[in-house]
């Protein structure tokens, strides 16, 4: 069954450092999605993206996160200057045609942890 | 988002169904009613969505009120591979994750 694959798996990383975490959607999927959960926390929503633009971001979605399509494969986050209360597993997901009576398809998340 | 009300937990023995009971007294006409479920270390996973009918997948089945201002996740026969955190979500667009029930499964 295709999957979502999403790199490193963990990343430690120095305050104010710029880190980029990778994801690998399902191969025909068009609707992106990033999402973080803080250690014993809900699952948040960040940001959707379509057709290379953000579809909608959450308000934890501030300037220094930006994500891209870089190639036909890879959906990218960015943290341009990371702080301590980034530290969080991030989920990348994708969706077919982003209705909502699909499924969105979560990777295994990158647990990021910012010192 | 309309808001879903989930207990905090619940226990079953392995091998026993399971029946998870979620409120949404705000539903509007337009909301789907989902189920993820998040396994310990792992990224959440679809487990089921309906709208106004019961649905059975190969996974569980979802009991839907019949004035949907409430639904259940039935795991027919829990194994242990089932503990984890199950979130019961209303769409009516992106998915918003509330606290879940945490299901543990007894041996």
């Known amino acids: 069954e295709p999957e979502v694959t999403q790199t490193p798996s963990h990343q430690v990383t120095q305050m104010g450092q710029e880190v980029i975490l990778r994801c690998v959607p399902i191969s025909n999927h068009l609707y992106f999605y990033w999402y973080r959960q803080i250690l014993g926390q809900k699952v948040e929503f960040l940001v959707s993206?379509?057709?290379?633009?953000?579809?909608?971001k959450s308000e934890i979605f501030d300037d220094q996160f930006s994500v891209e399509r870089p190639d036909g494969s890879n959906f990218t986050l960015k943290i341009r200057s990371t702080k301590l209360e980034d530290s969080a597993m991030y989920f990348c997901a994708s969706s077919d045609r982003g209705r909502i009576t699909e499924t969105q398809y979560f990777g295994p998340g990158t647990r990021l942890l910012v010192l | 988002d309309a808001k879903t009300t989930q207990p905090n937990s619940m226990e079953s023995n392995e091998e026993e169904p399971v029946h998870l009971p979620c409120n949404h007294s705000t539903i509007s006409g337009t909301d789907y009613i989902h189920w993820y479920r998040q396994l310990p270390s792992q990224g959440p996973e679809y487990v089921i969505h309906g709208l106004t009918s019961n649905v059975n997948n190969r996974m569980a089945s979802l009991a839907i009120a019949e004035d949907r201002k409430s639904s259940t996740l039935i795991l027919h026969r829990a194994t242990l591979r089932d503990a984890a955190v199950y979130y019961c979500?209303?769409?009516?667009?992106?998915?918003?994750f509330g606290k879940g029930t945490r299901l543990h499964i007894l041996p």
């Open positions: 993206f379509y057709n290379n633009e953000i579809s909608e």
């Open positions: 979500i209303l769409r009516d667009d992106k998915i918003i």
